[in-house]
C-alpha cells in the first residue's frame, strides 16, 4: 500500500511539473490556473492544447511501456524480457517510415500514428499465425525476433532508397522517439487501444503468479495457459504499438522500471504490473521534463535520453545482481 501511495504522490508531481516545465517562463500558478479558466491571453492556449495533451502521452506512452514489460517478464520468467521482444514496436516504426517516405503523413495529422497502428495489427496477426494456437514460449519469441528483424530490414531498406532527403531526415527524428507536437488529436487516437491492452494485461496477474511454479503447476491449478498467452501478445500488441506510433520510438521504459521495483513488491508479478505501469509513467514523465529543461533551445528527444540514462541504469542492475549472485 505505501508503494502504490509513494508511486502514485510521484506520478502526480511529476504531471503538474511536466505541466510547468517549457521553454516560456510563465509562472506555475498562472500556468496551472489557465489550465482552468481562460484569461485571454496565449498562455491558455499553451497549456490546454500542448503541455495537458504532452503530459498526458508522457503518462499513458509510460504506463503501457511499464505495464507491458512486466507482463512480458512475467509470462516468459525472464527478467531480460522487454516491449520490443514480439516485434510490434518494430512493426509500428516501420508503419509510420513508410507514411513519411510517401508523404502520407502530409495529407492528414493522423496518417502516421494510424499507419503505424496498421502495421502493428497486421504484425499481431503473423505472431498469431507463426506462434500457433499452442506454441510454447519460445516459439513466440522466435516469431517476435523475426517480424522484428524483418521490419527493422525493411525500415533500413526504405531509409537507403529514399531519394528525398527531408524524407530521410523526418523518419530519423521521428524514430528517435518523442511528445513535442502532439496534441489532444493524438491522445484520443492511442487512448482506446491502450485502455484495451491495460484491460488485458491486468486480467493476467493470477496466471503470471502461477506461471511461477511452471507451466504444469499452473494448469494443474485451473489456469487456462493458451488463453493467457493470447490476452498477453494482445495486451502487449495494443500498449506497445499504440504507444509507438504517437511517440515513436522509446526504449529501456519496459526492461529498467521492472527491475527496479520487483525488490519492493515481493518478486510477485501480479503486484509488479501495477507498480511498473506507475513506475513507468513516473519515468517517462521525468525524462520528458529533462527534455525541455536540460536544452531548452534544442530538439533534444525523449528515446535518446532514455538510452543515455536507461543504459547504464541496466548496466548498473545486472552488476548489481551479479554480485549478490556471488
Known amino acids: ?10 506520478v502526480v508531481v511529476l ?16 500556468a496551472l ?3 482552468f479558466a481562460d484569461d485571454g491571453t496565449p498562455v491558455t492556449i499553451v497549456m490546454r492544447e500542448i503541455r495537458l495533451p504532452r503530459a498526458l502521452l508522457a503518462v499513458m506512452v509510460g504506463a503501457s511501456l511499464g505495464l507491458s514489460g512486466a507482463a512480458l517478464q512475467g509470462y516468459l520468467r525472464n527478467p531480460l524480457a522487454e516491449p520490443g521482444l514480439i516485434g510490434v514496436s518494430g512493426a509500428a516504426a516501420l508503419g509510420a517510415v513508410l507514411a513519411i517516405q510517401t508523404g502520407l503523413s502530409l495529407s492528414f495529422a493522423l496518417a502516421l500514428p494510424l499507419a503505424a497502428l496498421g502495421m502493428a495489427v497486421l504484425a499481431v496477426l503473423l505472431i498469431l499465425a507463426l506462434a500457433g494456437p499452442r506454441g510454447a514460449s519460445i516459439t513466440l519469441i522466435l516469431a517476435g525476433i523475426a517480424i522484428s528483424a524483418l521490419a527493422s530490414a525493411l525500415t533500413s ?14 523518419i530519423v527524428f521521428w524514430m528517435m522517439g518523442s511528445l513535442a507536437d502532439r496534441s489532444f488529436a493524438h491522445v484520443w487516437l492511442a487512448l482506446p487501444f491502450m485502455a484495451i491492452g491495460w484491460a488485458l494485461l491486468a486480467s493476467v496477474g493470477r496466471g503470471l503468479n502461477a506461471l511461477t511454479l511452471g507451466e504444469d503447476a499452473a494448469q494443474a491449478m485451473g489456469i ?18 499504440a504507444a509507438t506510433a504517437v511517440a515513436g520510438a522509446i526504449g529501456f521504459v ?22 511498473s505501469a506507475l513506475g513507468g509513467a513516473a519515468m517517462v514523465l521525468a525524462a520528458d521534463i ?9 530538439d533534444l528527444k525523449l528515446g535518446v535520453l532514455m538510452a543515455l540514462v536507461g543504459a547504464p541504469l541496466f548496466l548498473h542492475l545486472i552488476y548489481k545482481t551479479r554480485k549478490e549472485m556471488a
Open 254 to 275: 519496459g526492461l529498467v522500471v521492472p527491475h527496479l521495483l520487483r525488490p519492493l513488491v515481493g518478486a510477485r508479478p501480479s503486484a509488479l504490473l501495477w507498480a
Open 224 to 241: 487456462n495457459l493458451r488463453a493467457l498467452r493470447l490476452r498477453l501478445i494482445l495486451g502487449t500488441a495494443a500498449c506497445v504499438g
Open 290 to 298: 529533462a527534455v525541455r529543461e536540460l536544452l531548452p533551445d534544442r
Open 15 to 30: 504531471f503538474i511539473g511536466s505541466l510547468i516545465s517549457g521553454y516560456s517562463q510563465v509562472p506555475p500558478w498562472r
Open 157 to 170: 531498406l526504405v531509409l537507403n532508397l529514399s531519394p528525398n532527403p527531408f524524407a530521410a531526415a523526418d
Open 33 to 35: 490556473g489557465a489550465l
Open 1 to 10: 500500500m505505501r508503494l502504490a501511495l509513494g508511486l502514485s504522490a510521484l
